[in-house]
Each structure stands twice: as C-alpha cells, then as structure tokens.
C-alpha cells in the first residue's frame, strides 16, 4: 500500500487556457495550491537516539525523564519505560476540532491501570490500558464533554498498534488497523500546552513496557489511512502524493462562454452534469453535459430559468455545443414555480432510458424520463424529494443520484442532496429502489464545521483507493471531501479537495464538483466556477497516473 501522508504544501501550475470557440481568451497563468492539505503530520517521535527529537520538522521537541533509549522497537530502536518515567512533549493538537493520535505500544505488565499518553489531572486526554474491563482505552474532552472509546484484547510483549482520531462529529479507536469503537463527538479538545508520553500526569499509573513511532495529526485519519500507518510502522516519511485531499488538477478555463449563447438568462450556468451516451438510442454526440442557470425570470431580464443541454465528441477541447431546443425542462409546467436548476443525469439500465433529477423550486428535487431516447426530450415523472418528507428543512435542492446499493439496505438507488435547516445548510440522503420513490434518512451525512464558513452543499460520490467519499463546496468558496463509508454511515472530514484560483476562472469561488473519466481513462472535474449569479462551467484535468488509479467513479452511463 502507498504512503499518503504529505508534510509539504504541493503546488502545480495551472494553465488557464480557453476552452472552445468562443472562450474568453484568457492566457494568464499561476502557481496555485491544488488542497489546503498542508502539515497533517504534527508531530513525529521516532525515539532512535537518546533524545525525543520531533521528526516531523515543526520543532515539538521533548524532554526525557527517565525513560530509557536503546530498546528494540517495532522500527528500529525505541524508549522504555517503567516506574515513573515519562517524556513531556508539547502538545500541537490543544484545542483542536480535528486530529490524530497514532502509537506502537509493547506492554511489559498489564496489572493496573496504565497511561500510554495524555494530561490527565483536569481529566482532559488520555490514551490508556483499562485493567477493569481490559480494553484500550481514550478519552477526550470535546466541546466541554468527556468523551471515551475503548476496545481490544490487550496481550502482554506483543507490539500493539493504537490510533485515536476525533472531528466531523465523531471520536473513533483503532486497535492494528481496526476500528473497534467510535462514540459522537464535536467541538475543540481541551487546552494544554504539553501532554506526556508514558503517562498522563493523573491517576492512571504509568507505562510499563516499551512505546514507538508515536505521531500526531492535525486533523482526523479515515479508516484506510490508518491501515496504512499500520500496515507500514517503519515508514517515517509518509511523504508521496496519493491522498484525495491532494489530488493534482491543472485548470483548463472554461467548458464554453455562456454569453456566447443563445439561451444563456444571465450568462449564467451551474451545477454541471455529464453522462456517455453509447447506451441512448439516438444521442446528440458521445458527452451529454446538463447544467443550469438559477434564479427566477425576474432576475435573469424576463428569460424563463430552466435546464439547458450541450453535446460533444470529447471532454478535454471544449468543443461543447449548445442544442437548439434549449431550454429541455422549464417551469411552465408548474403552477408558481419559479426556476428549475442543479439538472443531475443518470442512466438508468432497469429502464434503459436517462432519468434526470433537479430541482424547482428550492424546496423540492423532481425526476424527469427521457420520453425521446435521445437524452434531450423528457416527459415529467414526480417529485422525488421534498421537504414534507422530513422535519426541520425549507431545502431538498443540488442532488446528485447513484445506482449504488447500500450495503446494509435494500435500495438500488442512492442519493445525496442539500437541506436548509434555519439558514443553515447540510447534506442528506435518500434511498429509492426505483429511481422513482424516495425514503429520506433522519440522518444527516455532512454538518457544516467551523473551516466551512457556515454552509455545504453541492455532493459528489465516489471512491478513492477504497475509501467512499463525498466532495462539496462550502461557504468559504472551495471544495472539500469527507470520507462517509460504504454504508453512508460516517462523517469524516479530510480536508480540502480543489481550491478555486484568486483569479480568473474563478474569482475565489469553485463549487458543485462533478467527475467524470474519458475513454483514455483520464479524469476530467467539471464544476461551478466563478461567484454565484455570475458562475460558468469550468474544467479541470486530473494530471497524476497514480491519483487517476486510485479515482473510483460511480457509473453514471
């Protein structure tokens, strides 16, 4: 398995050229960050020599008392430790919202309680052996609230690899690459300046055997980055590029210039969508792209504000052509609708036919048939999601749908969408065994944290080296991921997955990711670029072989 962790800001060139005919002739350049993922590794003690020298290169230096170097570790040497000894280090993850504790412990005596790290005196963080019920055990305050997971089957000599990590929600324990326990949990950790290794400075007794490769991270692990720590102990660096928080795209401008067209309300479109069309009869050309203005004739100069069509041959040459009938679905069939925008296309095999998802006006997502089998005319079917289906939301908009069965359910059809909970903004999801019919989950998926500045919206799904995550844009004007798990049950923040350049294309603002890989097998990401009102489509191609490897996209032709 490779290595994922990166301790260096990378940066690519984005070239921002014009895509198609009438692009907007822009040729500028500039070095931009593909994520924020920036210093995950907080702190990293190898204890290869005498001193707690901090490997990650951030400077937490420790102090040793009394533990002793030398001993045989799980990766080279490591520290022992045994009737009071202890090595005091600073402690980069004091009042965190997110982050990791990792460590190798080898027990020489399990008899009592023992403390393997932590500050323990306010009963504030610990990581531990809990002689009562024999477990691992750690607990945290969050927010002001103790909490604590525990697990395990505790052995005496044998190394044992622990790992604590806390954010989006959730406080989960790993024992050897294994989650054995998880417990809700938000807010930042309790502040303290330093924490011991070989202790908590409170009343569990101090370690007893040997500890190794003991790291913390500035935000929380997903489940496969631990197996990674895992199934790796000796790998110190943990520098190469392959996590999704760090995927390189290089700009390619705009998919076509919406002034240049002639249904264009606003010069505005959103929320782009592409399916392959081998599958429908008789297709416009091999991509179809549905996107969207949004607002309402009366902002737009009297246009009515409905779902528009481009078709093209290729994906990477912005030869996008606006079909004729544009727009395909409208509000004229509704009484007092307003708009109907975020326009979502799945081919669906059951039916053989394209159904498209959008919404109109915010508080519902209605589902359309293609009547014409040529991707392009559509007869209504119904609403799919409406805020009448659950409680507390003036919202059911910008959803994305999957035919993906969820493990533990019985759906064939799953779909993630925004809600509006009191002027806050979240990420639900609904499972439908026909496409047609939905049953909302009381559970949200994603929750707004304090990075987001306030909202999150536009969800895309899909898989990357085994992990299944989703992508959304947030309040700040970037794209962010989360892991969620393959049975939608997990919210874990990773950081973020595209920033949008200070300038042209996008003006501080990318929004509603969509992916999609063409017959060559590289990744294109389409999305919403530029401030809201004022958006385009923009492209970006992925440019790492091994970030493309690792992309797992959900079949949507």
């Known amino acids: 398995m490779q290595d994922r962790f990166d301790i260096e800001r990378r940066t690519v060139l984005k070239s921002l050229g014009v895509l198609g005919a009438g692009g907007l002739g822009l040729t500028s350049s500039l070095t931009g960050v593909a994520s924020a993922y920036e210093g995950a590794l907080a702190s990293f003690y190898e204890f290869e020599g005498t001193t707690a020298a901090d490997s990650s290169g951030n400077g937490y230096d420790g102090t040793v008392s009394g533990a002793s170097p030398g001993a045989s570790g799980i990766a080279g040497d490591c520290f022992s430790f045994d009737a009071g000894d202890a090595v005091d280090v600073p402690h980069p993850l004091s009042g965190a919202s997110s982050g990791a504790y990792s460590v190798w412990v080898n027990a020489t005596a399990l008899g009592e309680d023992k403390a393997i790290l932590g500050d323990w005196p306010s009963a504030d963080t610990s990581m531990w052996y809990d002689v009562g019920d024999d477990v691992w055990g750690f607990a945290a305050r969050l927010g002001g609230t103790l909490q604590k997971v525990t697990g395990g ?22 024992v050897d690459g294994t989650e054995v326990d998880s417990t809700s949990a938000s807010g930042q950790l309790a502040t303290h300046g330093n924490i011991q290794l070989g202790g908590d400075e409170g009343d569990h007794g101090y370690w007893d055997g040997r500890l190794d490769q003991v790291r913390t991270y500035a935000r929380s692990l997903s489940a496969a980055e631990v197996s990674t720590l895992y199934e790796n102990p000796g ?60 607002g309402t004739s009366a902002t737009k100069d009297g246009e009515t504000v409905g779902v528009a069509l481009f078709y093209s041959d290729t994906l990477g040459d912005g030869s996008w052509t606006e079909y004729a009938g544009n727009p395909i679905i409208d509000p004229s069939d509704f009484s007092g609708v307003s708009h109907i925008s975020s326009p979502h296309a799945i081919f669906a095999d059951e039916y053989g036919k394209v159904l498209l998802y959008a919404h109109g006006d915010n508080h519902v997502t209605r589902w359309w048939y293609d009547s014409g089998d040529d991707g392009a005319t559509f007869d209504y079917g119904g609403d799919a999601v409406d805020t009448s289906m659950y409680s507390g939301s003036s919202e059911s908009s910008y959803a994305r749908v999957y035919e993906y069965s969820i493990p533990n359910r019985s759906n064939r059809y799953t779909m993630f969408f925004m809600s509006n909970q009191g002027g806050t903004r979240h990420i639900r999801f609904a499972t439908s065994t ?52 393959e049975n939608i049950d997990m919210e874990n923040h990773l950081g973020m997955f595209n920033q949008a350049t200070s300038g042209s294309p996008d003006g501080g603002r990318c929004s509603s990711p969509f992916l999609v890989t063409d017959d060559g097998g590289t990744p294109w990401l389409y999305y919403e670029s530029n401030t809201r009102l004022d958006a385009a489509i923009g492209v970006e191609r992925l440019t790492d072989s091994d970030d493309a490897a690792n992309l797992s996209l959900f079949d949507l032709s």
């Open 153 to 174: 089957s505790p052995s005496v000599g044998d190394w044992t690899h622990l790992v604590a990590t806390f954010g989006g929600g959730t406080l989960r324990l790993f």
């Open 434 to 485: 026909d496409g047609k019919n939905w049953t909302v989950d009381p559970d949200e998926v994603i929750s707004p944290q304090p990075e987001h500045d306030g909202n999150v919206s536009g969800p895309f799904f899909f898989r990357y080296d085994g992990m299944y995550c989703l992508a959304f844009h947030t309040s700040d004007g970037n794209q962010w991921v989360a892991e969620v798990g």
């Open 235 to 294: 790998s110190a660096e943990l520098t190469s590029s392959d996590s999704v928080t760090d995927i390189a795209f290089s700009n390619q401008g705009l998919a076509f210039d919406p002034a240049q067209q002639s249904y264009s309300p606003g010069d505005e479109f959103i929320f782009p969508s592409i399916i392959e069309t081998s599958k429908i009869a008789n297709p416009l050309g091999k991509y179809h792209l549905y996107c969207a203005p949004h």
